[in-house]
């Protein structure tokens, strides 16, 4: 059996701090790089106006905002129309207060998620509402499983996905304990409903073969269920041993991460009653 499908990695990955991906999308990078976030998070200036809608925030680094601004001022840029978030994860709102701070008193949109949103107001969504500006239009896609508040966005100008967390530009998404893949697998399906051209990822460089992308995630967690149910029946039955066999080819720092991969799939075949689990053993049912 293949060990994958997904060969690219965020490992080493380079991207440059300020990017245009098309006349109305400017990329600019979160200055948060790391073993998740790959060179960081991308955030969006998205519209022709001179008040365009800024996408996810990243973390708060210090080193963010200066980048931000001269984004700003190269798109001839005075003020912000609002902050659209994709999620509450902290690498992509962390920042909210400092672009508030630069910014002044902005609306911040996103759908709630009460244990992540620490109690801030904000202006709600929800799936196939839509936020405007001149030049674009943003349509709120609900695709949990990464996060259960995760939003993508649809730019029919671009016929474009703003994919967050959802489809990055290398490697592929991470789905926390608190996630889930069964959710995850059918957001999927969801944005290859689109028939998007273009997809404008959180982590990692411009997608511009969308379609091809969405498919390939989807054969990749095929074949990763596929090779967790061979080592079940193998009679292998704790996660660690599992990673051991799945991910040979992946140096043991990422083994922990692997781990993640392997419980999501778990839990998304305890959901369909596939496996059983007792006490950290799991088995075919």
Not at 123 to 131: G, T
Not at 210 to 230: F, P, T, V
């Amino acid at each position: 059996m293949e060990k994958r499908v997904v060969t690219d990695s965020m490992i080493g990955l380079e991207l440059p701090n300020i990017d245009s991906w098309s006349e109305r999308v400017t990329v600019v990078l979160g200055q948060n790089p790391g073993m998740f976030t790959g060179p960081g998070t991308n955030t969006y200036l998205v519209g022709t106006s001179t008040r365009p809608i800024l996408v996810d925030t990243g973390e708060g680094n210090d080193k963010y905002m200066p980048f931000l601004r001269q984004a700003m001022e190269e798109r001839g840029a005075d003020g912000l129309q609002e902050i659209v978030l994709t999620h509450a994860h902290p690498d992509h709102n962390g920042g909210i207060d400092d672009v508030l701070k630069e910014y002044g008193p902005l609306n911040v949109t996103k759908k709630p998620w009460p244990e992540y949103d620490g109690g801030r107001e904000l202006n709600v969504i929800d799936d196939e509402d839509v936020v405007t500006t001149e030049g674009a239009t943003l349509q709120a896609v609900w695709t949990p499983g990464h996060a259960k508040d995760h939003l993508c966005y649809f730019i029919p100008e671009d016929n474009a996905l703003i994919t967050g967390d959802v489809v990055l530009g290398a490697g592929t998404t991470v789905i926390p304990p608190d996630g889930d893949l069964y959710d995850y697998i059918q957001s999927l399906h969801r944005l290859l409903d689109f028939g998007a051209d273009t997809l404008y990822p959180a982590h990692g460089p411009c997608i511009r073969n969308a379609q091809e992308k969405i498919e390939s995630y989807l054969a990749h967690r095929a074949l990763r269920e596929d090779q967790i149910l061979e080592a079940l029946k193998a009679g292998i039955e704790l996660i660690p041993e599992m990673v051991k066999r799945i991910y040979s080819d992946v140096p043991e720092f990422l083994h922990a991460a692997a781990g993640m991969s392997v419980d999501a799939h778990l839990r998304k075949l305890l959901r369909e009653e596939r496996v059983s689990k007792k006490g950290d053993r799991w088995a075919l049912t």
